[in-house]
């Protein structure tokens, strides 16, 4: 197997553990400066999210999601209002869906809220 197509395998498998999501959290920095940000992918290896500040690629964050805790990581990479990160151990398979679960609960509400709005078509 030439190195293509072991670069190509890869990449597949680490986007198929990636799950989109689109949750409210917030990231605090080495800084103790603590930033609203969207969680728009995760993996039990890391995530991405949306920032409105610039993070620093390899300064260590806490991502803190509502009523499911803190979670290390480090910034690997960023690009505009885009970065991923790294979490630091990994989190177990269990913790990443309950995320997961918060994530789908939380657009649900949302949406729940639009559909019940006297503007709503």
């Given at each position: 197997?030439?190195?293509?197509?072991?670069?190509?395998?890869?990449?597949?498998?680490?986007?198929?553990?990636?799950?989109?999501?689109d949750l409210s959290a917030?990231?605090?920095?080495?800084?103790?400066?603590?930033?609203?940000?969207?969680?728009?992918?995760?993996?039990?290896?890391?995530?991405?999210?949306?920032?409105?500040?610039?993070?620093?690629?390899?300064?260590?964050?806490?991502?803190?999601?509502?009523?499911?805790?803190?979670?290390?990581?480090?910034?690997i990479w960023q690009l505009?209002?885009?970065?991923?990160?790294?979490?630091?151990?990994?989190?177990?398979?269990?913790?990443?869906?309950?995320?997961?679960?918060?994530?789908?609960?939380?657009?649900?509400?949302?949406?729940?809220?639009?559909?019940?709005?006297?503007?709503?078509?």
């Amino acid at each position: 197997m030439g190195y293509d197509s072991v670069k190509n395998q890869q990449l597949k498998l680490r986007e198929a553990d990636r799950v989109h999501v689109d949750l409210s959290a917030f990231l605090t920095l080495e800084s103790s400066l603590e930033l609203p940000v969207v969680v728009t992918d995760l993996s039990t290896c890391g995530f991405s999210c949306r920032a409105d500040e610039r993070l620093t690629i390899g300064s260590r964050v806490m991502l803190q999601v509502p009523n499911l805790g803190e979670f290390l990581a480090t910034i690997i990479w960023q690009l505009g209002d885009n970065a991923g990160a790294r979490f630091e151990p990994p989190l177990p398979v269990t913790r990443v869906m309950s995320i997961i679960l918060t994530a789908v609960q939380e657009q649900r509400s949302i949406q729940e809220a639009g559909e019940s709005s006297p503007n709503a078509a």
